[in-house]
């Protein structure tokens, strides 16, 4: 059996040489086989039918993205091949743009490497096909990598249609989702400088937080600028107006023993001017954010409607998943922002992992702050599903798991235009929107809104016959 050769190959080689010979072959050089090669009885390739690749091409270029420089390759069916190396400037990408079109190259590879690939997208956009893949699924044999071999193998992967393209949004979208993320950065700042101002306090020995739930209300903020007047406990508790807090006024006396130092009263002082800024700016952002999404009004009153999501979520989860159409059920949407578990098989034996955490991290916070929102809430359905995870997963799964479920149910609503609706909660949330013009783009009432806010007398002049 071992001198017999391979019926299918229509060669002598014996049937184990040949199995190793097979098995040292890669994907794309064992399709170029199966192509190449007669069969009997117009028998197809399995490995296609296993397969199915999209249509192949006969002039790619696969261009390997770096922060300086661009290494490209052009690669065609009958074997040329030439090799070029851009800058990164915009008149370099220029010339590589013109140089892929001299070439008559069908599609250009790119890889998703930071944010270096959008200029070249941006440039190429509209005047070639631009295949952008995944770093992670087209990974190379290891040891074996240099940026030109990485463009190499980008066109040989592009010229036999083997690269799975990412989503690109389109520009509008693109664009909201920057302001999304940019608002959820500031807050990330002005969270980062509370934290700091709880610092400088405990390091006092002032320990307002164990005794107010959050230090940065209006209470709050009255002890803390008490103390960076330099005032007394006595006279910090007489400016305090509210009851709940002053049956705590024991309690606020042990925590306030102590005084800060000149150089704590400077630091707190400085971090409260911040987060002022910062909450100003993000507020600018809200109002863009609002304007952008007017075209989406629908969409967001139909968000706005579920249990524990107000705007800014709303806001993020959309522009993040972009256009829902794209997503066929509600699964595949799950798959797509990283809440399904890894599964692992093998011998009939399948084991469930913990949740991928592929796709966008910010769609799957945003679920997350959501979901714990929900978890707070009295007399939902959305609860008792969590109660129930909880009893058997314990908190953290039981979060995620409702994280999924929020997005299912997104999902759904979106596909069927319906807004939220749970029998078992006493009060239906109401969704009020002010929809507030661009900060950006004033129209002309704006204008005069603000001529009048100044003191001025706005009249429309008739028009003269």
């Known amino acids: 059996m071992g001198s017999e050769g391979c019926r299918i190959f229509r060669t002598q080689i014996p049937l184990l040489k040949l199995a190793i010979i097979i098995s040292r072959m890669h994907e794309c050089v064992f399709e170029r ?14 490995y296609q039918e296993q397969n199915k690749m999209e249509k192949q091409k006969n002039i790619v270029c696969g261009a390997d993205i770096h922060k300086k420089f661009i290494m490209a390759t052009i690669l065609s069916r009958d074997g040329n ?15 590589f743009k013109e140089w892929v079109i001299n070439n008559n190259c069908e599609a250009v590879a790119i890889e998703s490497t930071g944010i270096y690939w ?7 956009e509209g005047s070639v096909e631009v295949i952008l893949a995944n770093a992670y699924k087209i990974k190379h044999t290891p040891g074996r990598k240099t940026d030109k071999r990485d463009s190499k193998w980008l066109a040989e992967l592009c010229l036999n249609g083997m690269i799975e393209p990412s989503r690109i949004f389109p520009k509008d979208d693109r664009e909201l989702r920057a302001l999304t993320r940019a608002r959820e950065k500031l807050v990330n700042n002005s969270t980062q400088m509370k934290n700091r101002i709880h610092k400088e306090l405990e390091s006092a020995c002032i320990k307002i937080s164990s005794v107010l739930s959050d230090i ?13 007047e330099g005032k007394n406990i006595d006279e910090i508790i007489k ?32 971090y409260l001017g911040l987060i002022e800024k910062i909450e100003s700016e993000i507020e600018i952002l809200n109002k863009e954010i ?12 139909i968000a706005m409607s579920m249990t524990g999501m107000g705007f800014s979520s709303a806001s993020t989860i959309l522009a993040e998943i972009g256009n829902y159409k794209d997503f066929e059920t509600a ?3 799950a798959s797509w922002c990283g809440l399904t578990p890894k599964v692992s098989q093998s011998a009939d034996k399948l084991v469930t992992g913990s949740i991928t955490k592929q796709g966008s991290k910010h769609v799957r916070r945003m679920l997350v702050q959501v979901a714990h929102a929900i978890a707070k809430t009295k007399n939902s359905k959305l609860k008792k599903f969590f109660l129930h995870i909880l009893a058997k997963k314990g908190k ?21 235009r319906e807004k939220y609706q749970d029998a078992e909660m006493l009060k239906t949330k109401k969704v009020k929107l002010n929809w507030a013009s661009s900060p950006v783009q004033m129209t002309e009432q704006d204008m005069i809104n603000v001529l009048v806010g100044a003191g001025y007398t706005v009249q429309k002049m008739r028009e003269c016959v």
């Open 239 to 270: 400016m305090i107006t509210s009851k709940r807090i002053l049956k705590k006024e024991q309690e606020l006396r042990k925590a306030v023993t102590n005084s800060l130092d000149p150089a704590r009263i400077l630091m707190i002082r400085t």
């Open 118 to 124: 959008i200029s070249i997208y941006t440039v190429l």
């Open 216 to 228: 940065f209300g209006v209470s709050g903020m009255k002890i803390i600028n008490g103390l960076l």
């Open 396 to 416: 953290k799964k039981a979060i995620v798991a409702l994280a999924r479920k929020v997005l299912c149910i997104l999902h759904h609503l979106l596909v069927n």
């Open 290 to 301: 609002m304007n952008r999404m007017q075209k989406l009004k629908e969409d967001l009153e």
């Open 81 to 95: 091949k030439i090799r070029r190396r851009f800058g990164m400037t915009l008149d370099e990408i220029l010339r």
């Open 331 to 333: 699964e595949q949407l």
């Open 33 to 46: 086989a199966w192509e190449n090669v007669p069969f009997e009885d117009d028998n197809s390739c399995p």
